[in-house]
C-alpha cells in the first residue's frame, strides 16, 4: 500500500510540471517564458477550468505526503520532520488547492477578491516550498545520508536562484532582459524544489522492493 501511494505522488509531482504546457496549447498569446503558471487557470483560459481542478487534487496530495515524511522521520528528526510537514503542507494548500478555489485574473492590474486571496496564498505557499528541500537536506545529513542530503541542498541552491531572479522579473528596471522572463523562472523554481522529493520517492521505492 505504502509503495502505492509514492508511486502516486510521483505522478502528481510528474504532471503538475507538465501539465502547464498541455493546459497552454488552445491558450492563444499565452507564453510560458513570461507568463506565470496561475494565468493558466483565469476565465479566459479555454481549459481554466481543468488547470484548476487538478491544482486541488494535487495540492491535497501534497498535503498527504507531507504527513508521509513527518511519519518516515519522526522517530529520528522529530522537529525538523514537523518543520518539513508544516512547509509542505503550507505550499500544498495555500498554494495550489487556494489557487485551484480562487483563480487568478488574465491581467495583473485588474484584482478582485479572488485574485487577492490567491496571491496571499501563492505567497505563502511558494515560499515555504522553497525551504523545504533545505530541511530535507539537514535532515538527510543528520541521519548521515550524505549523498541525497547533497543533491537536496544543491537543488535547493538552485531555486532559491531562480527565486531571487523571479523576484527581480517584476522589476522596471529589468524589464527588456532575461530575468523578466518570470514564467521560466517560475517553472525552474518548482523543477528544482520537486527534484529532492521526487528522487526521495524514487529511492524509497526502490528500497521497499528490496524489502
Not at 73 to 86: K, W
Not at 158 to 164: A, D, K, M, Y
Not at 197 to 209: D, K, M, P, S, T
Request: with cysteine; charged share 10%; hydrophobic share 55%.
Amino acid at each position: 500500500m505504502e509503495k502505492v501511494f509514492l508511486m502516486i505522488i510521483l505522478c502528481v509531482m510528474i504532471i503538475d510540471l507538465l501539465i502547464p504546457f498541455a493546459i497552454a496549447l488552445p491558450y492563444k498569446g499565452y507564453s510560458h517564458l513570461k507568463t506565470v503558471m496561475s494565468v493558466l487557470g483565469c476565465k479566459e483560459s479555454p481549459l481554466g477550468w481543468v488547470y484548476n481542478v487538478w491544482m486541488i487534487i494535487s495540492g491535497c496530495t501534497i498535503a498527504i505526503f507531507s504527513y508521509i515524511l513527518y511519519n518516515y522521520y519522526y522517530n529520528e528528526q522529530a522537529g525538523l520532520s514537523f518543520l518539513l510537514f508544516i512547509l509542505l503542507f503550507t505550499y500544498g494548500i495555500g498554494d495550489e488547492v487556494i489557487s485551484g478555489i480562487f483563480p487568478l485574473n488574465e491581467k495583473k492590474d485588474d484584482k478582485n477578491l479572488s485574485t487577492k486571496i490567491h496571491g496571499f496564498g501563492s505567497v505563502i505557499g511558494f515560499i515555504a516550498l522553497l525551504f523545504a528541500p533545505l530541511i530535507l537536506a539537514i535532515i538527510q545529513f543528520e541521519i548521515n545520508m550524505w549523498c541525497l542530503g547533497l543533491y537536496s541542498l544543491v537543488f535547493f541552491l538552485l531555486g532559491l536562484i531562480s527565486f531571487v531572479f523571479f523576484v527581480l522579473s517584476d522589476k522596471p528596471k529589468f524589464q527588456n532582459t532575461i530575468f523578466a522572463l518570470e514564467g521560466l523562472w517560475q517553472r525552474l523554481i518548482c523543477f528544482f524544489m520537486y527534484c529532492p522529493f521526487i528522487i526521495w520517492i524514487i529511492v524509497e521505492y526502490e528500497l521497499i522492493n528490496l524489502l
